[in-house]
């Protein structure tokens, strides 16, 4: 079983639409959560952290059930330039740094 | 500032050459790591680096050596390359958890590999 699993998609959404991605993690004493956005041959840049209460960043939800050891994003409203795979990411446990990269969920919003 | 910057940019090396890649940060973060990104695949963990001076193994090391000889600094070298090594290599960076930092990690721009 992957550490990070995430629906590699792609999810095609009209704009104006709402979307929502899942991802599992399977290490429960993972302390951090972020999104992360990756535009086609780009870097990966930080979208979001994610916090245990949830956050909300404009257009974007992010949620956290450590229970169930899943993570979501919620994309309101989806623009053009929302188009772009956006990668699950975990830290591992220890103070490493290093975090655990899911596949990524590509999404395409059509106009 | 100029964040997490990666040379070259591209690069086509015939089997069994020899390159090193080049990471620089000017954020004074104490950790960076070096990634391969390949279809299907998402990121994996080559080598990184808690500290001046200290690297070591990630996900897929083989292959690959690395050094951290000033903070700023973190090389990969492919030492006879492979096909195999044909990618999209990424370099980030990110403070640590004792100076108080968060483990969000930053990117460079990244460096395209074609082995032949």
């Known amino acids: 079983r992957k550490e990070v699993e995430q629906d590699p998609g792609p999810f095609n959404v009209p704009e104006g639409a709402t979307v929502a991605f899942n991802c599992t993690y399977s290490?429960?004493?993972?302390?951090?959560f972020f999104w992360y956005r990756q535009d086609c041959r780009k870097e990966p840049k930080l979208l979001m952290s994610?916090?245990?209460s949830g956050n909300e960043d404009g257009r974007f939800t992010a949620q956290l059930n450590r229970a169930s050891q899943y993570i979501s994003l919620l994309i309101r409203d989806s623009k053009l330039s929302d188009s772009a795979t956006y990668l699950c990411?975990?830290?591992?446990?220890?103070?490493?740094?290093?975090?655990?990269f899911g596949q990524g969920t590509t999404l395409q919003v059509k106009p | 500032n100029a964040g997490v910057t990666q040379t070259p940019k591209f690069r086509v090396l015939k089997t069994g050459q020899s390159m090193t890649l080049l990471c620089a940060q000017d954020m004074n973060h104490e950790y960076m790591y070096w990634y391969r990104q390949d279809p299907g695949m998402g990121l994996r963990l080559i080598h990184y680096?808690?500290?001046?001076?200290?690297?070591a193994k990630g996900e897929v090391p083989d292959g690959y050596n690395v050094s951290r000889l000033k903070k700023q600094n973190f090389l990969l070298g492919l030492e006879s390359a492979a096909p195999s090594q044909t990618s999209v290599y990424f370099c980030?960076?990110?403070?640590?958890?004792?100076?108080?930092?968060?483990?969000?990690?930053?990117f460079g721009p990244g460096t395209r590999l074609t082995v032949l």
């Open positions: 980030a960076s990110s403070y640590s958890y004792q100076t108080g930092g968060t483990d969000t990690q930053y």
């Open positions: 290490n429960s004493a993972s302390q951090s």
């Open positions: 990411v975990v830290n591992t446990a220890g103070n490493t740094g290093k975090l655990i």
């Open positions: 680096s808690v500290g001046e001076g200290t690297t």
């Open positions: 994610v916090y245990s």
